[in-house]
């Protein structure tokens, strides 16, 4: 079974979000998912415990770099 998530990634209070988005999609790069850049999210496709991952693991990294951020998750029905 394959998890769908799609992600977005919005650094608030900050001069050049550009930056720390390309930082984030090279953190999600590390892990072994399927990942489509879009113009305004990206989704991660792959097993569940891995997708459950990293989006815990983006969250704590983002917290503790960010002073501000908001990171809209949407979860897809898994594929078969």
């Not at 989704?43 to 983006?58: E, L, Q, S």
């Amino acid at each position: 079974m394959k998890t769908i998530a799609q992600l977005t990634f919005i650094p608030l209070a900050i001069h050049n979000p550009t930056e720390k988005v390309r930082e984030l999609l090279e953190h999600i790069a590390q892990y072994d998912l399927k990942i489509e850049v879009g113009y305004l999210s990206t989704t991660v496709i792959g097993d569940t415990d891995t997708v459950f991952n990293a989006i815990r693991d983006i969250y704590n990294s983002m917290a503790l770099e960010q002073e501000r951020f908001r990171l809209h998750v949407e979860l897809l029905s898994p594929e078969k």
